[in-house]
């Protein structure tokens, strides 16, 4: 086979967001679109491209075949020595990661839009994952983007037959230019199934799921359903029937946001209030990283608090026994419950920018064991991605280990270290300018002099602004910086207000307002209710209906 150079003319809207390139489907099936986003990765990897071994995977969203099949022909001519794809293009973003670490790769190209919808109409993405599992960090998404807006042609295998060639497991060697191409075709699961088997004791799980503990993991269409059907099947025991469901993995999960919050997840949390005889529930989103975990009668435990816990019952998993627990970590947005465990235990603790990618020094350093996401991100040093499967079992060797229900456990933590209260409102896809306009008039409030020391009152509270800024972070181990990472207010009481743009969505604007607060008592009170002041103080400080014309959030988790 004969690779070619392909003349193109560059998009100047590749721009990696959070995590990786998201837009419409429609927007991928651009003519080049899709091959100049990939050339231009292979672009900045440079010289570590001839001779590389890359891992390509996704979680089954529509376009993902004709991606892959873009890929290999643009990789072979790129003189990549081989490609490990798991079958029928699919593997999640958690395994993409374990699957890059095992074998050593130059790296991966996870191809998803996680929570975003998927089908013809709707998202897909492309991001580029680095050698040590974990998602590039802005130096190398920044260079991405900057030769997109420069691509001039991407080089391309016409004649190499894809159709076919990553439905059954097994390798294919082509002959490219004289040299040797190799595609070889893996079972999705079996990397990840034997990780985590390292990692837990899954003798004891499978013990307390047979007991019976009840469960229900929901994999709302996903990805995740093949590996909840090895793993909590065939692996502990659980009944196909009764304890899991959406496990078929559909193009556009079936026609749902595959994201698991109280919202989008309110098939499964409508079960399991319906049916008390479960005693856990369980959700991720479309590619497998993310999970929501529910108690009995839907009793919701919040990302940052399911962090907390987990990093206070470390003893009892397998993993950390033998390799020790280094720090903690969280986003800034999230709620502070770690900061109070990491304390207590005497362990280093760091609060980093949204988004994975930010975690994966520290790790690399042996400066960070547990992290977590208030956006239902829970994670470990095993890998450098986020992962749903991880954090449920978990959560199911601490309830194993306690002999506790989820509940009980909660109401245990709380009574140890007291109660943050969170709650974050999103207001997806508005005008972009409104929403540009609100954060700049923001930040100016913010930032001006006589900010700090405001008294603001709602519904009989008043909160005194301590600081008011825009996170920007310093990375510990390379020093690079993060500018722009959010609008922060800081009160007296240790209540905050964040404002941020997300950087996943694929249309107009979405803000995004995180609330906490911290209390001493009244744990069981909801926590809309308690954190309604503070709500009302965000929306009148932004003046976000104003500027956005929304008098309510799209969600609320
Ligand atoms: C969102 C979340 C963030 C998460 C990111 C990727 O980003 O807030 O915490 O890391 O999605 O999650 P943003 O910029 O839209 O707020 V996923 O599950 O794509 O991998
Ligand atoms: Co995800």
Redesign the pocket.
């Known amino acids: 086979l004969k690779s070619i150079s392909v003349p193109t003319t560059p998009f100047d809207d590749q721009k990696p967001?959070?995590?990786?390139l998201r837009k419409k489907v429609k927007v991928f099936q651009q003519n080049h679109y899709t091959e100049n986003f990939v050339q231009s990765i292979f672009n900045a990897l440079g010289c570590k491209v001839k001779n590389s071994v890359i891992v390509v995977g996704g979680d089954g969203r529509y376009y993902l075949k004709e991606a892959i099949s873009h890929i290999i022909k643009i990789a072979a001519a790129n003189q990549v020595s081989k490609l490990i794809i798991g079958q029928n293009g699919i593997i999640s973003?958690p395994a993409v990661s374990s699957l890059i670490r095992s074998n050593k790769t130059t790296g991966g190209i996870v191809l998803?839009?996680?929570?975003n919808p998927g089908g013809i109409n709707n998202d897909f993405?492309i991001k580029y994952n680095c050698e040590n599992g974990g998602p590039a960090p802005d130096n190398v998404t920044n260079e991405i983007f900057e030769l997109s807006k420069k691509i001039k042609e991407f080089k391309y295998v016409p004649d190499l037959k894809t159709c076919g060639l990553i439905e059954t497991i097994g390798v294919t060697t082509f002959k490219v230019d004289g040299r040797d191409f190799v595609v070889e075709v893996i079972d999705s699961v079996e990397n990840y199934v034997n990780l985590m088997k390292d990692i837990f004791d899954f003798g004891k799980i499978k013990k307390l799921v047979n007991q019976p503990f009840n469960i229900l993991i929901d994999s709302m269409h996903g990805v995740t359903g093949r590996y909840v059907e090895r793993i909590f099947v065939e692996e502990l025991g659980a009944d196909v029937n009764k304890n899991v469901t959406h496990t078929e993995t559909l193009e556009d999960f079936g026609g749902e946001h595959p994201d698991p919050n109280l919202t989008y997840a309110k098939s499964l949390v409508d079960k399991v209030k319906a049916d008390t005889s479960y005693d856990l529930g369980a959700a991720f989103?479309g590619?497998g990283?993310?999970n929501m975990i529910l108690g009995k009668n839907a009793f919701f435990v919040t990302p940052s608090d399911s962090l907390a816990v987990i990093a206070n019952n470390l003893e009892c998993i397998p993993y950390f026994k033998k390799n020790g627990v280094k720090g903690f970590a969280r986003?800034m947005?999230t709620a502070g419950a770690v900061d109070r465990v990491a304390q207590k235990l005497g362990k280093e603790f760091f609060e980093t920018p949204?988004?994975?990618k930010y975690f994966g020094n520290l790790m690399d350093a042996e400066r960070l064991s547990l992290c977590g996401?208030?956006?239902?991100?829970t994670g470990s040093d095993h890998i450098r991605?986020?992962d749903g499967i991880w954090a449920v079992l978990a959560w199911l060797q601490i309830i194993e280990h306690k002999n506790m229900s989820v509940e009980e456990i909660l109401n245990e933590h709380w009574c140890q270290y007291g109660r943050n209260f969170f709650t974050r409102y999103d207001y997806e896809e508005c005008e972009g300018k409104g929403a540009n306009d609100m954060m700049a008039t923001l930040e100016s409030m913010l930032t001006s002099s006589g900010f700090v020391g405001r008294e603001f009152s709602s519904l009989g509270k008043t909160y005194k602004v301590k600081v008011g800024d825009n996170f920007s972070y310093v990375d510990p181990i390379d020093k690079s910086v993060a500018k722009n990472q959010g609008l922060r207010v800081l009160f007296e009481d240790g209540s905050r207000l964040v404002f941020?743009?997300?950087?996943?969505?694929s249309s107009g604007a979405?803000v995004?307002l995180y609330v906490d607060s911290y209390e001493q008592s009244n744990f069981k009170n909801d926590a809309q209710d308690i954190l309604k002041p503070l709500v009302n103080i965000a929306l009148e400080m932004s003046q976000l209906q104003k500027f956005t014309g929304r008098d309510a959030p799209t969600v609320i988790t």
């Open positions: 967001g959070t995590s990786g973003t998803t839009a996680s929570h993405g989103d590619d990283d993310r986003s947005p949204t988004g994975w996401e208030e956006s239902f991100g991605e986020k941020r743009l997300s950087g996943t969505g979405t995004r």
